[in-house]
C-alpha cells in the first residue's frame, strides 16, 4: 500500500488523502480505523473492491473533513487522472465556488496543481 495524506486542494483548507494498492483488506482496514465515511460505509467497501479507483468525502478522527481517494495501481494515470477530476468537483462544491463555463481555468489549474503534487510524491518514494 502506497499513501499520500494530507495534499492540500490549494487555495483552499480542504485536505486530500490518496490511497494505492492492490491490498485490498490492508487498506479497508486503515480507512476504516482513519475516516467516519457515514452512510455511504458500504459504498466505500464495494468501491475499494471492485473498481479501480474512487474518490469521495469522509471526516477523520479529529471530525475534519477529507477527500479520500483510492487507485488500484498507482501507474494507472488515467484512472488517477479520473478520481483527481472528481476531487475537483469536491473541491468546489465545499469551498461554495461553482464551476462554469466561465471559470473552466480554476478547475484545469486546480486539476493540473493536484494531479503534480501526487505525482511529485509518488515520484519521490
Excluded at 26 to 32: L, N, Q, S, T
Amino acid at each position: 500500500m502506497r499513501k499520500i495524506i494530507g495534499l492540500q486542494a490549494a487555495p483552499t483548507r480542504l485536505l486530500v488523502d490518496l490511497y494505492f494498492g492492490e491490498d485490498i483488506e490492508k487498506i479497508e482496514k486503515e480507512i476504516d480505523d482513519k475516516y467516519d465515511k457515514g452512510e455511504d460505509e458500504d459504498d466505500f467497501d464495494s468501491a475499494i473492491e471492485s473498481r479501480r479507483g474512487f474518490c469521495g468525502w469522509v471526516y477523520d478522527e479529529d471530525n475534519v473533513l477529507r477527500l479520500l481517494i483510492y487507485v488500484r495501481n498507482s501507474s494507472d494515470l488515467i484512472t488517477l487522472g479520473h478520481e483527481v477530476i472528481h476531487a475537483t468537483w469536491y473541491v468546489q462544491y465545499f469551498s461554495g465556488f461553482k464551476f462554469s463555463y466561465n471559470s473552466q481555468e480554476i478547475q484545469t489549474y486546480l486539476y493540473e496543481y493536484l494531479m503534480t503534487e501526487i505525482l511529485k510524491q509518488l515520484s519521490d518514494e
